[in-house]
Structure formats: structure tokens, C-alpha cells
């Protein structure tokens, strides 16, 4: 019977945790046509505001087209999911 490997999860801020697997890209807020996505998804459940009040500054695109907003830098987020993807390669 082959084991199931646990989920592996990243904390993007304030204590919310994203599944890592499910992670497609980490965008900075700097540029418009990422304001612009973020627009047409407002007020919609495939927005997820993880700032806990405070300035957004990447936001996380899922596979399933969800937008997750963080207050944490781009390079600490990709950081994160890094140090979690390798500390997880010799299962």
C-alpha cells in the first residue's frame, strides 16, 4: 500500500497557509494589467484578500484561477515555497 504524502503548505502571511501544489505564479502589484486582474475578480470568491489590513504587495495565481492577495514581498513568498519544496525532496 503506497503512502499518501501530507499537503504541503506555505504560510503567505498572517498565519494564512495556501496548499503549494496548487500555486501557478507570485506577481508583484507594480504593474497594471495585474490591478486590472485583480479588478475583475473583485467582490467575486475567486478573490482572497490574506493582508490582514495591511498594503498588498504580490498576489498568488492558483490553478484554479483563485487571486490571493499578501502583504509579504514576492521574494519572501517564492522563498518560502522554495525552502518548503526542498525541504520536502527526499520523501
Keep these: 500500500m503506497a503512502r499518501q504524502a501530507a499537503p504541503r503548505l506555505v504560510n503567505v502571511g498572517h498565519g494564512n497557509i495556501v496548499l503549494s501544489h496548487q500555486i501557478v505564479a507570485i506577481v508583484a502589484l507594480d504593474s497594471l494589467p495585474v490591478k486590472r486582474l485583480i ?41 518560502r515555497l522554495l525552502t518548503d519544496r526542498g525541504a520536502h525532496d527526499g520523501d
Design 39 to 79: 479588478e475583475s475578480v473583485k467582490g467575486s470568491p475567486k478573490l482572497v484578500d490574506a493582508t490582514n489590513g495591511r498594503r498588498t504587495r504580490a498576489v498568488i495565481v492558483t490553478e484554479s484561477d483563485h487571486l490571493i492577495l499578501s502583504s509579504l514581498e514576492p521574494a519572501t513568498l517564492a522563498q
